[in-house]
């Protein structure tokens, strides 16, 4: 598969779409049913192209890096139609729908696999096809019993609701508000502050009581905060779909036929299972107790080990309980396994089999190995060596390329791209926001950069304690 970047020239194009008066929004996935396009008359004499143009965009549903691996509902959907027609797929990311709809329209790619939403200002550039998603805005609250649950909109005259400021949310409490006759505290924050993902891990935290979301994004989210409850809706649901360009219905015919079919049907169950239902948090926290004397009955192995690379024991110990709870039998929803949660391409690479990966020896063996890669690569970008551990500790759990994007915004942004806490920490977190990884310094797209900021602390707490506990 090849992916490519985008190119200046489209921008003109992207500019005549514009003019053209098309008014463009994002579009979101997850719910059920199809386009209901009729197959046209030439669609079983038109082949199939030898390599699939797609256009796609970041985020959290479509495409995204792991771990260096490109994941993404839609991006692992397309990526399942073009090997099943036997195509090549050549991805294009782009900015935003306004640029990759330009692309289509231009012919510089065959389908958008983004959920473009189906309304009449796409029905001249889009064609919908593939499977029809529904998605609503819905409240996200804290978990609670079933009678302190709101469950009724009326039950927010009265309340606080945080929303980003003048977004689609923004925009669809106040017209609540006036439905319901006021009454509901609506509470605007700036987007250069805070997005959508910050309120949501806000309302987890009880910093703020109530926010608004699309049903994807608080899907997706809730296998990262199990605390919270999303069932209720408070707007009409919004059809979106794949797309290609209305001269290609042959396309579209031939993507709703290979979407009815039973592999591709079983395949799209266990993606919406990846990724809008397996939990995304790390296992549950046990109370760390060194009484005994040790870490975890792992100890020699730990030690063993981390003189491979030079580390403290006891930090590469910290490492396992943060990825695993030193439980081997840890699969997780992307697929990494053993104690020291290896993604199976990369104990491959390091020479490890899958059927070796939930051995212990093994996967702490593999683990300093990958560890010593990640340090020998971060040696240029920061000299100190106990500082960059910090930052290898983090590209272990996100992947180098995050980390090289955190580096580059922080250097771009005013603040010491060497230094990990308060500077290039903080970058990380910002590559949820459109704006900052959209930026051309980032080659690596959106990440939700919470779970890697919190996996260094959780790391670094461990082994604090340990160190006062435990002898070297």
Same mark, same amino acid.
């Given at each position: 598969m090849a992916v490519g970047r985008w190119h200046k020239a489209i921008r003109v194009l992207m500019l005549s779409v514009i003019i053209g008066g098309m008014v463009m929004s994002c579009g979101s =996935?997850?719910?059920n049913g199809d386009t209901g396009n009729e197959v046209s008359a030439d669609t079983v004499a038109h082949p199939l192209p030898d390599t699939l143009r797609v256009v796609t965009l970041y985020s959290p549903t479509s495409f995204f890096y792991y771990r260096e691996l490109e994941m993404g509902y839609d991006y692992d959907l397309i990526s399942r139609f073009a090997s099943d027609k036997d195509m090549k797929l050549h991805l294009e990311v782009a900015p935003s729908l306004q640029s990759a709809v330009a692309m289509l329209d231009s012919g510089l790619v065959d +389908? #958008?696999?983004? %959920? /473009?939403?189906?309304?009449?200002?796409? @029905? =001249?550039? +889009?064609?919908?096809?593939? +499977?029809? $998603?529904i998605t609503t805005q819905v409240l996200v609250q804290p978990k609670k019993s079933k009678g302190e649950r709101i469950s009724d909109v009326t039950q927010l005259v009265g309340r606080e609701v945080y929303v980003e400021q003048n977004s689609k949310y923004h925009q669809r409490l106040i017209n609540l508000n006036e439905e319901l006759g006021g009454g509901i505290i609506i509470k605007p924050i700036d987007r250069d502050t805070l997005i959508t993902e910050d309120l949501i891990a806000m309302v987890s935290d009880g910093e703020i009581p109530l926010t608004v979301v699309d049903s994807d994004i608080a899907r997706i989210n809730k296998t990262y905060y199990n605390d919270l409850d999303i069932t209720l809706q408070i707007s009409f649901p919004q059809r979106s779909a794949w797309g290609v360009s209305p001269d290609d219905a042959w396309l579209a015919d031939s993507i709703n036929a290979w979407a009815t079919e039973e592999s591709p049907r079983k395949a799209r169950a266990g993606l919406l299972k990846r990724y809008y239902e397996m939990s995304k948090a790390t296992p549950g926290l046990f109370t760390l107790n060194f009484s005994g004397g040790r870490m975890s009955a *792992?100890?020699?192995?730990? @030690? @063993? *080990?981390? @003189?491979? #690379?030079?580390?403290?024991?006891?930090?590469?110990? =910290?490492?396992?309980?943060? %990825?695993s709870r030193y439980d081997s039998t840890q699969v997780s929803w992307a697929g990494a396994r053993g104690i020291m949660q290896l993604m199976p391409a990369t104990a491959r690479a390091f020479g490890l089999t899958l059927d070796r990966m939930s051995d212990n020896a093994a996967s702490i063996s593999t683990a300093t190995k990958v560890i010593a890669s990640l340090d020998n690569s971060l040696k240029r970008h920061v000299p100190d060596p106990e500082e960059r551990k910090k930052f290898v500790i983090a590209a272990y759990n996100s992947g180098l390329a995050h980390i090289l994007d955190g580096i580059a915004l922080a250097k771009k942004l005013g603040h010491d791209p060497q230094v990990w806490d308060g500077s290039v920490s903080e970058m990380i977190l910002l590559k949820t926001k459109p704006e900052y990884y959209n930026d051309p310094v980032c080659k690596?797209? *959106?990440?939700?950069?919470?779970?890697?900021? %919190?996996? +260094?602390?959780? /790391?670094?707490?461990?082994? $604090?304690k340990a160190v006062k506990q435990i002898q070297t």
């Open positions: =996935s997850t719910g +389908v #958008i696999a983004y %959920e /473009v939403p189906i309304t009449s200002q796409y @029905k =001249s550039h +889009v064609l919908p096809c593939g +499977v029809e $998603n *792992y100890d020699g192995l730990f @030690k @063993k *080990y981390a @003189k491979d #690379i030079g580390w403290d024991w006891r930090l590469l110990s =910290s490492m396992g309980y943060a %990825e690596y797209g *959106y990440f939700h950069g919470r779970q890697t900021h %919190e996996y +260094v602390k959780t /790391v670094y707490n461990c082994y $604090n």
